[in-house]
């Protein structure tokens, strides 16, 4: 169904792959303290950037492509030229950055720190200036703490749509929505029994997935927090994506390293696993890691999708012509009765 | 109507088990199974259990065990014995067993729960309780032998039934007590001494010895062991019960350890006998098997160089299946070392009387450096699974004994079996395997409680194809409900199989509209999902278009995606046409 290429260019397992808005560049980090650009139609490096001094947990790219910011675990969150891959701006903090993600209008982005080192977990939104982006301030614009006990900490966060609200995971399986402006809390309900391990958006951000580690995967609205649809799965999931064009979810995960008796990949389910976003049906299954399966990603164009392995690989899959064609019956009869009712309306 | 159809094709009931959940569903092939009782939490706090004929399901809970039957699994009696961990029944459902490690107390006087409780102060300190499953009594309670007081392997059950539930008996130090279940006395008020014993088996069915008339009632038999002791020899013996009367007695040496294994019918007794050298430094098994139906009950022997680590008897039948090995302290877990052997005895001469009396049986086909170490037959004999019981490259294989076809060059030609391996199927994480009551299927799951890999059952058909799996996390067990006795006469099981073709029409047309029923229903319920996300989703844009967070980037591209849509779509149409 598709050729796959192997990109190696990690030492180190993956922490986030993505592609920019365009879906020409796929952008991966890794725990080798390193990110990496890579022209996503052949799997060709384009050039890394140098200079965190840990691992590199999250990075994103602004809509045109000028800037990469990178979060790590070397407590700091850096911006980046893309043009040359020189670092422009360097925000300091005091525990490991878990997460970072630009807003639609790519003046800020949101970061999550981490419960660590006697701090509080935090989400936080950073002004990016882009007219000087070596002015940039230094100080947090919010700043939301954790007050509960380490098993609430956020996990991961991301920007709904019109920037209106930050979505927010917890350790503990709960996701919370914050209004982006004030930082109050509106909502938070509980969705998972195990941490939050992603939660990707769809295209128009009015919903997402959250992927755990209580083996499921679900879908959420953003006006209510409530959860549509479940994907049941055999193993920890670690990354959730939405795909454009196919009414599909992808999930990567696999069983912990501690946990898998052998090293034969089949008893880790290291697989990237399909599911009919609808109908909550498992469709297929993509093996290839000797992994865990660290984070997936759609293309914008639903052209291809990448996973990151805890095995150091990078998986760059294009999908065939039998991708798009498959439908479900029902999904054909939907169809069709809706070009028929085109044609009469253009008679 | 719709609820008694099931029953009427034939199906089964099955228990799961999983995480706290219980739930009891019909068995529907490769379809959804239909709950006869929803999934409930913490019905049981350690597992569930049927009685041997399916009449009552006992769950258990922290105060004792409760029974429950009939159509919807209703409450029938509860049994308090605090902390009880294992539960037998006789074979008739007339009794239950019960063993707990906490002993009985009596309760004062004043305590509230008097009238409820159930034992007196002549049980104080027991831990063994038999009860009538009727009407919810003890009928007798027992001390746990000394020697078992601080064992951890208890050996289950401690106490074995008749066939007829007539009579019960365990063993004690240097004797053996059999009870007359009518009022659970000693049977002539005595133990029966027997130094040394140390096991003993009843035969699961009656017997007609050769010197017995068709119209005498069937017989209760046992068999028990004695080890070599006082310059005398280790002894199997075979009483019959109630005169206590030993019919044949078969001398061993040099014993390690003894295992009685009773055909279904009585039939055979095949007693594995666990061999030394005197040096002691070897192990090996000599099989003896007695044959009750005839005269004089005659016992064939046979010798062999390896230990015996299985045995099954083929359930109604005569042939057996045994899984041995060289005997070997250091043996390396990880070697292929083990031996499956297929028994089936040499057809009778027909003009020697003789020939007809003494059997040989003879391994006719012996499969070696096998991983293999589990057994199990059908409940209706001719296909056996054998299977590798491990966590990671489990397998199963599944072996018809009559195979129709033409028979192989390396079995004996003088047995009338002929053993194909059907099928042969990867299960990882397999922790136990159960054939339905009728021989049909066999489950096969990875149960939580052994280990975490892929907890979850299968289902096979008796050719090992596929039928139905589900991949449950905390899956732990999986129960077959038991059938009752059939109720047709041997005329008209006769008649149902001489017109069992017109019967299985009418059965595959029923599979056939429940299937399509399924599928109707599934097609139905996407029909609602996807139209219920399309409103949904035109509901979304609206809203967003509305306040305005349309961002043009965001548009533009949507509108791309939107026409590689269609121009799939048209392709595709063009195809059908």
């Given amino acids: 169904m598709m050729r796959p290429i192997m990109m190696k260019g990690h030492e180190r397992p993956l922490t986030q792959v993505k592609y920019n808005k365009e879906g020409d560049l796929l952008l991966t980090v890794s725990k080798d303290k390193e990110a990496s650009i890579w022209y996503s139609s052949n799997g060709e490096r384009l050039g890394t950037l140098e200079g965190h001094a840990g691992t590199i947990w999250s990075i994103d790219v602004d809509k045109d492509t000028h800037y990469f910011v990178t979060a790590s675990a070397d407590f700091t969150v850096k911006l980046w030229l893309a043009e040359t891959g020189e670092c422009l701006h360097t925000w300091y903090f005091d525990s490991p950055v878990k997460r970072v993600e630009f807003n639609h209008i790519c003046d800020k982005v949101v970061i999550v720190t981490d419960q660590a080192m006697g701090q509080k977990a935090s989400v936080r939104v950073l002004n990016v200036n882009q007219k000087d982006a070596k002015a940039q301030d230094d100080q947090a614009v919010l700043t939301i703490t954790n007050e509960e006990d380490s098993k609430n900490k956020y996990s991961v966060a991301g920007w709904s749509y019109g920037d209106l609200y930050l979505i927010v995971g917890h350790a503990n399986g709960k996701v919370s929505k914050f209004d982006a402006k004030t930082g109050e809390l509106l909502q938070t309900v509980d969705v998972h029994e195990g941490l939050i391990t992603d939660i990707q958006f769809s295209e128009d951000r009015s919903y997402f997935v959250t992927s755990s580690k209580d083996k499921t995967a679900k879908l959420l609205d953003v006006d209510n927090l409530h959860i549509f649809k479940k994907y049941g799965a055999d193993a920890p999931m670690n990354s959730a994506c939405i795909t454009p064009v196919k009414e599909f979810v992808i999930l990567g995960g696999g069983q912990d390293a501690r946990d898998v008796t052998t090293t034969s990949s089949s008893e880790g389910k290291f697989e990237a696993r399909f599911y009919h976003k609808i109908f909550e049906d498992e469709i297929g299954r993509v093996k290839g890691h000797f992994g865990p399966l660290n984070y997936v990603a759609i293309h914008p164009n639903g052209t291809s999708y990448a996973s990151g392995g805890e095995d150091g690989y990078i998986r760059l899959h294009h999908f065939h012509k039998s991708y798009f064609d498959f439908l479900y019956d029902v999904e054909k009869t939907a169809q069709s009765q809706v070009n028929n009712l085109q044609k009469e309306i253009e008679a | ?577």
């Avoid at chain 2, 034939?10 to 709950?35: A, C, I, M, S, T």
């Avoid at chain 2, 027991?126 to 032998?145: M, Y």
């Avoid at chain 2, 001398?251 to 005197?278: E, G, I, P």
């Fill in chain 2, 1 to 577: 109507m719709l609820k008694s159809m099931p029953l009427k094709a034939g199906r089964d009931q099955f228990v799961l088990h999983f995480n706290d959940d219980v739930g009891v569903y019909w068995y529907k092939k490769n379809l959804q199974p239909d709950e006869v009782i929803a999934p409930r939490q913490n019905w049981t706090s350690l597992f569930m259990k049927f009685s041997p004929k399916g009449t009552y399901l006992c769950s258990i809970f922290p105060g004792g065990v409760q029974s429950w039957g009939a159509e919807n699994f209703e409450r029938i009696n509860r049994f308090i014995h605090p902390g009880v961990r294992l539960v037998d029944f006789s074979p008739n459902e007339k009794f239950m067993v019960t063993l707990s490690p906490e002993p009985i107390s009596a309760l004062p006087d004043d305590h509230p729960g008097k009238s409820q409780y159930p034992f007196g102060p002549e049980s104080e300190g027991h831990k063994l309780v038999i009860w009538d499953l009727q009407t919810g009594l003890p009928a007798r309670t027992f001390a746990l032998p000394p020697n078992l007081e601080k064992t951890k392997t208890m050996p289950w059950p401690l106490i074995k039934w008749s066939f007829d539930d007539k009579y019960c008996a365990r063993v004690g130090p240097d004797a053996l007590a059999i009870y007359e279940t009518s009022d659970f006395s000693l049977l002539e008020k005595k133990l029966v001494k027997i130094e040394g014993i140390v096991d003993f088996e009843f035969a699961p069915a009656g017997v007609r010895f050769a010197t017995n008339k068709k119209s005498d009632p069937l017989e209760a038999v046992l068999a028990y062991w004695t080890p070599e002791q006082n310059n005398q020899t280790a002894k199997v013996s075979v009483m019959q019960v109630p005169s206590k009367k030993v019919l044949r007695t078969v001398n061993l040496n040099q014993v390690s350890d003894v295992k009685m294994f009773w055909q279904q019918d009585a039939k055979y007794l095949c007693c594995k006998v666990d061999r030394h050298t005197k040096s002691k430094k070897t192990m090996f098994t000599n099989l003896e098997i007695f044959q009750l139906f005839e005269r004089d009950i005659p016992v064939e022997k046979i010798e062999l160089s390896e230990i015996v680590l299985s045995f099954q008897w083929e359930p109604k039948g005569h042939r057996f299946v045994t899984i041995s090995k060289t005997y070997n302290p250091n043996d390396n877990p990880a070697m292929a070392n083990n031996t499956v052997s297929f028994y089936d005895f040499e057809e009778a001469k027909v003009n020697s009387k003789l020939a007809s009396v003494l059997k040989k049986w003879v391994a006719f086909k012996v499969m070696k450096e096998k991983y293999s170490n589990d057994l199990l037959f059908s409940p209706k004999g001719r296909f056996i699974v054998v299977s590798t019981i491990k966590p990671i490259g489990s397998v199963l294989e599944f072996y018809d004994l009559d195979f129709d076809g033409e028979k192989p060059k390396d079995q004996s030609s003088k047995v009338s079996s002929n053993l194909k391996l059907i099928r042969s199927q990867e299960q990882n994480g397999l922790s136990a395997l159960k054939w339905d009551p009728s021989g049909r299927f066999i489950a096969a799951w990875s149960s939580a409680w052994k280990h975490k890999i892929e907890n979850g059952y299968k289902i096979y058909d008796q050719v090992g194809q596929l039928v139905r799996e589900e991949l449950v996390d905390g899956f732990k067990d999986f129960n077959w409900r038991p059938r009752p006795a059939s109720l047709l006469s041997a005329s008209d099981r006769k008649k149902v199989r001489k017109n069992l073709k017109e019967y299985s029409v009418q059965f595959d047309e029923i599979d056939t509209m429940e299937e399509d029923a399924e599928q109707r229903e599934i097609i139905l319920k996407r029909k609602s999902l996807l139209s219920e996300w399309t409103s949904w989703r035109e509901s979304v844009i609206a809203k967003l278009e509305k306040l305005g967070y349309t961002e043009h980037q965001t548009k533009r591209k949507a509108e791309v995606i939107e026409e590689i849509k269609e121009e799939v779509l048209e392709e595709s149409e063009e195809v059908v046409e």
